[in-house]
């Protein structure tokens, strides 16, 4: 099993910059995807960002350009400097990852993921 814990959401101007952060304990697995998934009130669960154990990304295209993961493997931390926030990213944001070593092109999708943090809420209003 593995647990994720998310920090660092809360309230934002538009224009403003959070940083999330997610650890993971339990269970490590060594050719894990971690990522950033978000929704919005009446939305589905959509893909924000993701990282593979080696360090490759994928962006959603509505944050492309603005937000940034990254993650330090000796924390079992994935990271997402989110910049130049809109109204349009409030959401509550949720942490996952994937285990079983698929390609990240496999991946884009909520359904795909094994664990799943509790989320954390992102306002960005002014």
């Known amino acids: 099993q593995v647990q994720l814990v998310e920090s660092g959401g809360g309230l934002v101007q538009p224009g403003g910059s959070l940083r999330l952060s997610c650890t993971a304990s339990?269970?490590?697995?060594?050719?894990?995807?971690m990522g950033w998934f978000r929704q919005a009130s009446g939305k589905q669960r959509e893909l924000v960002a993701i990282?593979?154990?080696?360090?490759?990304?994928t962006y959603g295209d509505s944050v492309r350009g603005r937000f940034t993961i990254s993650r330090d493997s000796a924390k079992n931390t994935v990271y997402l400097q989110m910049n130049s926030l809109k109204p349009e990213d409030t959401a509550v944001y949720y942490c996952?990852?994937?285990?079983?070593?698929?390609?990240?092109?496999?991946?884009?999708?909520?359904?795909?993921?094994?664990?799943w943090g509790q989320g954390t809420q992102v306002t960005v209003s002014s």
């Open positions: 996952a990852t994937e285990v079983s070593g698929r390609p990240i092109a496999a991946l884009m999708t909520s359904g795909e993921y094994d664990y």
């Open positions: 339990g269970r490590i697995f060594p050719n894990d995807v």
């Open positions: 990282i593979t154990s080696g360090g490759v990304t």
